[in-house]
C-alpha cells in the first residue's frame, strides 16, 4: 500500500502556531529578530531568502538581512557572527548557503561559529549531536519535516522497516531514495535529502 503525505496541512498548522506564539510575545513587549547572513549572489538562496522574509513577515518576525560581498575572507565572515552572537536583540542566526565557490571557506568551521542557542538551522557540530541524544534539541530542518509529517498523519516509525522515495517534481525530476530500520534516528542524522514541507513542491510516499 502507498500512502502520500503532502506537507501543505502540516505546514498551515506550524505557521498559525508561530503566528500564536508571536503574537503571545509581542503582548508582552517582546520581539524576534533572526539574523540572515548572504555571501555573494546567488539565485538558489534568493529564492529562498524571498521565502523566509514572507513567512517571518506573516508571523511578526523580523528579519536582518546581512549581505556580504562574495570577496570576504573566512574571519570576516566568522567575526560577523560572532556580533551577531553577543547581540542579544538577535534570536536566531541563518546562514544561507552554498557559498561563492572562489571562496576559501571551510563551511563547517563558519557554522560552528554560531551559538549554537541561535543555531535555528542545525548546522553547528554541537547541535548535530545533540539531536541524536536530545528530544529538545534543534533538528536539521529537512530531517524536522519529515518527522513532522509522519508525526501529523499518526505514522510511527520505531522497529519498522520502511521505504521512502523523494520526488522533486521539478524539471530535473530527481529522486532519492532509501531502506532503512529505525527510520526517525535516520531522519535526524540526513539534513540533504531531496524534500521540502512545501505542498505541491514536493512529495513523499510511505510504504
Same mark, same amino acid.
Not at 546562514?95 to 561559529?113: G, M, R, S, T, Y
Given at each position: 500500500m502507498v500512502q502520500i503525505l503532502k506537507g501543505s496541512d502540516i505546514a498551515t498548522v506550524i505557521l498559525n502556531n508561530c503566528k500564536r506564539k508571536s503574537n503571545?510575545?509581542?503582548?508582552?513587549?517582546?520581539?524576534?529578530?533572526?539574523?540572515?547572513?548572504? $555571501?555573494?549572489?546567488?539565485?538558489? #538562496?534568493? +529564492?529562498? @531568502?524571498?521565502? /523566509?522574509?514572507?513567512? +517571518?513577515?506573516?508571523?511578526?518576525?523580523? $528579519?536582518?538581512y546581512i549581505h556580504l560581498s562574495e570577496d570576504i575572507s573566512q574571519n570576516f565572515l566568522i567575526d560577523t557572527i560572532h556580533d551577531l552572537n553577543s547581540d542579544n536583540s538577535v534570536n536566531?542566526?541563518? /546562514?544561507?548557503?552554498?557559498? =561563492?565557490?572562489?571562496?576559501? /571557506?571551510?563551511?563547517?568551521?563558519?557554522?560552528?561559529?554560531?551559538? =549554537?542557542?541561535?543555531? /535555528?538551522?542545525?548546522? &553547528? %557540530? $554541537?547541535?548535530l549531536a545533540s539531536s541524536f541524544v536530545n528530544k529538545d534539541s534543534y533538528n536539521p530542518c529537512t530531517a524536522e519535516a519529515c518527522l513532522r509529517i509522519f508525526d501529523y498523519y499518526g505514522i510511527n516509525l520505531e522497529s519498522k522497516n520502511n521505504c521512502?522515495? #523523494?520526488?522533486?517534481?521539478? +524539471? +530535473?525530476?530527481?529522486?532519492?531514495? %532509501? %531502506? $532503512?530500520?529505525? @527510520? %526517525?534516528?535516520? @531522519?535526524?542524522?540526513?539534513?540533504?535529502?531531496?524534500?521540502?514541507?512545501?505542498?505541491?513542491? &514536493?512529495? @513523499?510516499?510511505?510504504?
Open positions: 503571545e510575545l509581542c503582548k508582552l513587549g517582546k520581539s524576534i529578530l533572526l539574523a540572515v547572513i548572504g $555571501v555573494g549572489k546567488n539565485k538558489s #538562496f534568493e +529564492s529562498y @531568502l524571498k521565502g /523566509i522574509m514572507s513567512k +517571518s513577515k506573516q508571523c511578526n518576525i523580523k $528579519v536582518k536566531g542566526i541563518l /546562514i544561507l548557503k552554498p557559498f =561563492p565557490k572562489n571562496l576559501n /571557506i571551510n563551511a563547517q568551521e563558519v557554522c560552528d561559529a554560531i551559538e =549554537p542557542i541561535k543555531d /535555528i538551522d542545525c548546522v &553547528t %557540530s $554541537v547541535n521512502l522515495e #523523494f520526488s522533486k517534481l521539478s +524539471s +530535473s525530476r530527481s529522486q532519492k531514495s %532509501s %531502506s $532503512v530500520n529505525n @527510520l %526517525s534516528k535516520y @531522519l535526524k542524522s540526513n539534513s540533504s535529502l531531496n524534500f521540502g514541507i512545501k505542498g505541491g513542491v &514536493t512529495v @513523499l510516499c510511505w510504504y
